[in-house]
């Protein structure tokens, strides 16, 4: 195995990871709610309800802290080397495995996890052994 050492970033990982469970324990102790993406989407999705508020702020702050560092001139990189229609098949599957699931990665792997919940360990070792499976397939059994 080969580690990139230009794009190897440990102190970076490591701030954003923290970033993430301060703001997910800020959120539950605050609010009461997990912040898990799949729930608090899928709330905007339902019929109207009181707590639609939060809901809207929430998606807002994910699809807005983007496009400030894009406005301070940090844009991400994006890469996505698949056509459209792998794309939106690919965002089908993950948003009907988040249905079966009850949730998705931030609700189950950093959430979850975080509150010692066994459906949640099963959820995320679940998705991680998808994730092996699916890169090792494309890899080195389909050629990619």
Same mark, same amino acid.
């Given at each position: @195995?080969?580690?990139?050492?230009?794009? !190897?970033?440990?102190?970076?990982?490591?701030?954003? #990871?923290?970033?993430?469970?301060?703001?997910?324990? =800020?959120?539950? @102790?605050?609010?009461?709610?997990?912040?898990?993406?799949?729930?608090? =989407?899928?709330?905007?999705?339902?019929?109207?309800?009181?707590?639609?508020?939060?809901?809207?702020?929430?998606?807002?702050?994910? =699809?807005?802290?983007?496009?400030?560092?894009?406005?301070?001139?940090?844009?991400?990189?994006?890469?996505?080397?698949?056509?459209?229609?792998?794309?939106?098949? *690919?965002? !089908?599957?993950?948003?009907? #495995?988040?249905?079966?699931?009850?949730? $998705?990665?931030?609700?189950?792997?950093? $959430?979850?996890?975080?509150?010692?919940?066994?459906?949640?360990? =099963?959820?995320?070792?679940?998705? @991680?052994? *998808?994730? !092996?499976?699916?890169?090792?397939?494309?890899?080195?059994?389909?050629?990619?």
């Amino acid at each position: @195995m080969l580690i990139d050492l230009a794009h !190897f970033t440990p102190g970076l990982s490591l701030t954003g #990871g923290l970033i993430i469970g301060v703001a997910a324990a =800020v959120f539950v @102790m605050f609010n009461g709610r997990i912040a898990g993406i799949s729930g608090i =989407v899928g709330g905007l999705l339902s019929l109207p309800r009181n707590d639609i508020g939060w809901r809207l702020a929430f998606v807002a702050g994910l =699809v807005g802290a983007p496009v400030i560092a894009a406005l301070l001139g940090k844009p991400a990189q994006v890469d996505i080397e698949a056509n459209w229609s792998i794309v939106l098949v *690919a965002g !089908f599957l993950v948003g009907l #495995g988040t249905r079966y699931a009850s949730g $998705c990665t931030s609700g189950h792997g950093v $959430c979850g996890l975080s509150r010692g919940s066994l459906r949640s360990l =099963v959820a995320t070792l679940t998705f @991680m052994a *998808a994730g !092996f499976l699916t890169v090792f397939v494309q890899r080195h059994l389909i050629g990619g």
